[in-house]
């Protein structure tokens, strides 16, 4: 997002707390703006084939660049009809999967307090399923229905308060545990093993509507795109200038904003996931806002981001989650195992920054990581 335009806005509360603006990226100019981890480099909003729209959606901002050139087939719609088609998605995929709205089906769902299946969207069947799959992919570092721990930790939307009991952890765990969701794909009904069981799908819900809004611009006949929200970035073709869209990765500072690395993306997904900008100080301790759904602690290991880049924007965004959990050296593991192409920022006991990159990205990308 032009960082211009975005200082006069103030992002909707109505999407989750698990990643929020500051903590997953935002789209600059020519340096990272206030909100980055994974950014475009070069957005020239005064080139008159570059339609550079932006706005606030999902307690976040969103920010889409459409080349729109009649003259190579392009369709000639207008500014305010290509937002319209932008912010359709985005209101679809909230009034589906946001849990502050009480109408949405996923609050309806969580609501209720029964084991019976009930039916659901393709759309939300769909979300659910990538996560269920990532979740057992990565051995229950990725789930869905962590929510009450993260509000015992205070990175809810209530106010912080002391840490919580280990008996406290305990009785959240017991009631936790994406295992005891029951998705039906074929019925495209969900259930719930316990009746208190809710979920939050914000850990993958913004890669999803990145998805669908750029689907939709494909489907309107537009080649060359770059869509984001939150930091969350999908992109076809390329740039007006010709070159692919360039995509920014943070270096991971709790101060100020650096670029670590640019890297070209096209016809593609990244997400960045990271433990530096979200964290509470409790008595001399630096507690992370990402939880180890398995353990139900904040993780506490040396990796700072993981950067995963994916066909689909959702998978992209549940697999930097998961792999940052794991830590450097489960989650290269895993990352390597599947060929995802994902590079860990590892931070050291003196606060020094080292990459490490899974083959797949060396090789996607012809570079030699140090």
């Keep these: 997002m032009d960082p211009c335009h975005r200082e006069s806005m103030k992002p909707e509360r109505t999407w989750s707390r698990r990643k929020p603006a500051s903590a997953r990226g935002a789209v600059v100019r020519a340096a990272l703006a206030a909100l980055g981890t994974v950014a475009t480099i070069g957005c020239t909003p005064d080139d008159a084939s570059l339609l550079d729209l932006q706005g606030a959606t999902m307690g976040t901002f969103w920010s889409a660049r459409v080349a729109a050139d009649p003259l190579s087939g392009t369709p000639e719609l207008s500014r305010d009809s290509?937002?319209?088609?932008?912010e359709a998605e985005l209101e679809s995929v909230n009034q589906l999967m946001s849990h502050y709205l009480e109408t949405s089906e996923l609050s309806l769902f969580n609501a209720r307090a029964d084991t019976l299946p009930v039916e659901i969207s393709q759309h939300t069947a769909e979300v659910l399923q990538h996560a269920l799959e990532i979740g057992i992919l990565s051995g229950g570092a990725f789930d869905v229905t962590v929510g009450p721990l993260v509000d015992a930790w205070g990175f809810g939307p209530a106010e912080a308060r002391s840490v919580p009991a280990d008996e406290e952890i305990d009785q959240l765990l017991a009631a936790t545990g994406h295992d005891r969701l029951r998705l039906d794909p074929d019925a495209v009904t969900l259930a719930k093993r316990l009746p208190s069981l809710?979920?939050?799908l914000s850990a993958l819900a913004k890669g999803y509507a990145v998805d669908r809004v750029a689907e939709a611009l494909l489907s309107?006949?537009?080649d060359d795109l770059m869509v984001e929200i939150g930091g969350e970035v999908r992109a076809h073709g390329s740039h007006p200038d010709g070159r692919p869209?360039?995509?920014?990765i943070e270096h991971p500072q709790t101060a100020g904003r650096s670029i670590q690395?640019?890297?070209?993306?096209?016809?593609?997904?990244?997400?960045?996931?990271?433990?530096?900008r979200i964290y509470r100080d409790v008595d001399g301790r630096r507690l992370s806002h990402l939880l180890d759904p398995r353990t139900g602690r904040p993780v506490n290991h040396g990796l700072a981001s993981v950067t995963v880049f994916e066909p689909l924007c959702v998978r992209a965004d549940a697999f930097a989650t998961a792999l940052l959990v794991l830590g450097p050296d489960a989650g290269f593991s895993l990352a390597s195992e599947l060929n995802l192409v994902a590079l860990f920022l590892i931070r050291d006991d003196e606060g020094r920054i080292a990459e490490k990159a899974t083959s797949a990205f060396l090789a996607r990308f012809e570079i030699s990581v140090p």
């Design 245 to 248: 869209w360039q995509i920014a």
């Design 198 to 200: 809710r979920v939050d």
């Design 82 to 86: 290509v937002r319209r088609l932008i």
């Design 261 to 276: 690395r640019i890297v070209p993306l096209r016809d593609g997904a990244v997400a960045t996931s990271g433990d530096y």
């Design 220 to 222: 309107a006949g537009f």
